[in-house]
């Protein structure tokens, strides 16, 4: 069945989980003394394996923990080292505001403790995924020094097959809640320059704790919300605040021509139950004509 092409396009050539935003406390700690971070990521991974994709790559784009404490760390690579292996897939790690980049190197990259950026290069069957690091340490805004710039060009001087996706905390987008801007990524317009023209898809970010999307330098920009908590904006912008709802993550789809991002809720919810495999097969059986007449034609 999964070789039936049922529309115009043929099946995704990567998928790719995209989250963000764990902020996971040492000791299963209370996050504000009411967020229940550990709690959150586990629903969070479950609903991510429950979907039954098996991805080409996860994303985790950033404030891994709250505080950098090395017990987070390890207790973040024992939930989702085991939860990616039955999944398959290679886990990126990117460095948020609230991470500490020696903990994190030796915590979940068995590197050395250093202050140096968190970054890397993965060749997912053709399609170059970089990771970058946006954290300025001691400080919770973002930037990319110049050393950092030049390596990614250095990177993207020879195109990849598919294409290159960018993951980095930080999104080099406005947003509409006043103070969060103080926190952006600084310099956008010498990141622009290094992305101009180059063969860049698609750029995953995080640390607004909302899902939004936009365009920087002609690519489009796609944030997942947090596992951890969301931002009710339903309030207004200078009254926004955290909330205990509305988790997600991405599922992000990459075809030869365009890439979508398809935002999934974390939630416990009953739907119909209209649609089954067992529909998809007898769907799958009709030739393409006789599965416009059966679905599309109005009764």
């Given at each position: 069945?999964?070789?039936?092409?049922?529309?115009?396009?043929?099946?995704?050539?990567?998928?790719?989980?995209?989250?963000?935003?764990?902020?996971?406390?040492?000791?299963?700690?209370?996050?504000?003394?009411?967020?229940?971070?550990?709690?959150?990521?586990?629903?969070?991974?479950?609903?991510?394996?429950?979907?039954?994709?098996?991805?080409?790559?996860?994303?985790?784009?950033?404030?891994?923990?709250?505080?950098?404490?090395?017990?987070?760390?390890?207790?973040?690579?024992?939930?989702?080292?085991?939860?990616?292996?039955?999944?398959?897939?290679?886990?990126?790690?990117?460095?948020?505001?609230?991470?500490?980049?020696?903990?994190?190197?030796?915590?979940?990259?068995?590197?050395?403790?250093?202050?140096?950026?968190?970054?890397?290069?993965?060749?997912?069957?053709?399609?170059?995924?970089?990771?970058?690091?946006?954290?300025?340490?001691?400080?919770?805004?973002?930037?990319?020094?110049?050393?950092?710039?030049?390596?990614?060009?250095?990177?993207?001087?020879?195109?990849?097959?598919?294409?290159?996706?960018?993951?980095?905390?930080?999104?080099?987008?406005?947003?509409h809640i006043p103070f969060f801007?103080?926190?952006?990524?600084?310099?956008?317009?010498?990141?622009?320059?290094?992305?101009?023209?180059?063969?860049?898809?698609?750029?995953?970010?995080?640390?607004?704790?909302?899902?939004?999307?936009?365009?920087?330098?002609?690519?489009?920009?796609?944030?997942?919300?947090?596992?951890?908590?969301?931002?009710?904006?339903?309030r207004p912008a200078e009254e926004?605040?955290?909330?205990?709802?509305?988790?997600?993550?991405?599922?992000?789809?990459?075809?030869?021509?365009?890439?979508?991002?398809?935002?999934?809720?974390?939630?416990?919810?009953?739907?119909?139950?209209?649609?089954?495999?067992?529909?998809?097969?007898?769907?799958?059986?009709?030739?393409?004509?006789?599965?416009?007449?059966?679905?599309?034609?109005?009764?």
């Open positions: 069945m999964a070789s039936v092409q049922f529309g115009q396009h043929a099946p995704a050539a990567r998928v790719i989980l995209h989250l963000s935003d764990t902020h996971l406390l040492g000791g299963d700690r209370l996050l504000g003394d009411r967020y229940d971070t550990a709690r959150h990521l586990r629903r969070t991974l479950d609903a991510a394996e429950a979907t039954g994709v098996r991805p080409d790559a996860v994303v985790f784009t950033g404030d891994l923990t709250d505080l950098g404490e090395p017990e987070a760390y390890r207790a973040l690579r024992d939930a989702v080292e085991p939860w990616a292996a039955r999944l398959g897939a290679p886990v990126v790690w990117v460095a948020g505001n609230h991470d500490e980049r020696p903990a994190l190197r030796e915590g979940l990259l068995d590197a050395e403790p250093t202050q140096e950026p968190v970054t890397g290069v993965w060749d997912l069957g053709g399609l170059r995924l970089i990771a970058l690091d946006s954290t300025v340490p001691g400080w919770h805004h973002g930037d990319l020094d110049d050393a950092q710039r030049e390596w990614l060009r250095a990177e993207l001087a020879e195109p990849a097959p598919l294409g290159t996706i960018l993951a980095l905390h930080h999104p080099p987008l406005p947003t801007d103080i926190l952006e990524l600084r310099d956008q317009s010498a990141l622009a320059d290094v992305v101009r023209g180059s063969d860049v898809r698609a750029i995953l970010a995080g640390h607004l704790h909302y899902s939004t999307s936009g365009t920087f330098a002609g690519v489009p920009v796609s944030v997942a919300a947090a596992s951890c908590y969301t931002m009710d904006l339903a926004v605040n955290g909330m205990d709802a509305g988790r997600s993550f991405h599922l992000v789809h990459v075809w030869d021509d365009t890439i979508t991002h398809a935002v999934v809720p974390v939630v416990d919810a009953e739907t119909s139950g209209y649609f089954t495999a067992e529909w998809t097969a007898r769907m799958a059986a009709l030739s393409p004509q006789e599965r416009l007449d059966a679905f599309s034609r109005k009764r």
